[in-house]
Nanobody, 121 residues
Framework: QVHLVESGGDSVQSGGSLTLSCTES????????MGWFRQAPGKEREWVAT???????RYADSAKGRFTISRDAAKNTVHLQMNKLNPEDTALYYC???????????????WGQGTQVTVSS
């Protein structure tokens, strides 16, 4: 069983930065794709970024140029560095993982519980 644990959510002011982290705590051997989704109040859940086991990363247009995803494969940990945050980034951020490729659209098998990011103007 894959267990994803997120951390790093917080409240920040517009223009600020945050780093989210996620660890697959059971050290599952075959997590090839990890990433992040988010869900803002009253909106559908949306894909933010993914990174493969070979460190190939992809970003949603809303994240390009502001967010950076990175991965420590040995620790099954993924990070999301978020800069230039704005109120539209306010959402519950979910860590996700899958044993398959980072195919688009990404439909991960495993989901964390989410960590809240709130950006005030």
């Amino acid at each position: 069983q894959v267990h994803l644990v997120e951390s790093g959510g917080d409240s920040v002011q517009s223009g600020g930065s945050l780093t989210l982290s996620c660890t697959e705590s059971t050290y599952h051997a075959k997590i090839y794709c990890m990433g992040w989704f988010r869900q803002a109040p009253g909106k559908e859940r949306e894909w933010v970024a993914t990174i493969s086991h070979t460190n190939t990363s992809r970003y949603a247009d809303s994240a390009k140029g502001r967010f950076t995803i990175s991965r420590d494969a040995a620790k099954n940990t993924v990070h999301l560095q978020m800069n230039k945050l704005n109120p539209e980034d306010t959402a519950l951020y979910y860590c996700v993982a899958d044993g398959g490729r980072c195919a688009m659209p990404f439909e991960p098998t495993y989901w964390g519980q989410g960590t809240q990011v709130t950006v005030s103007s």
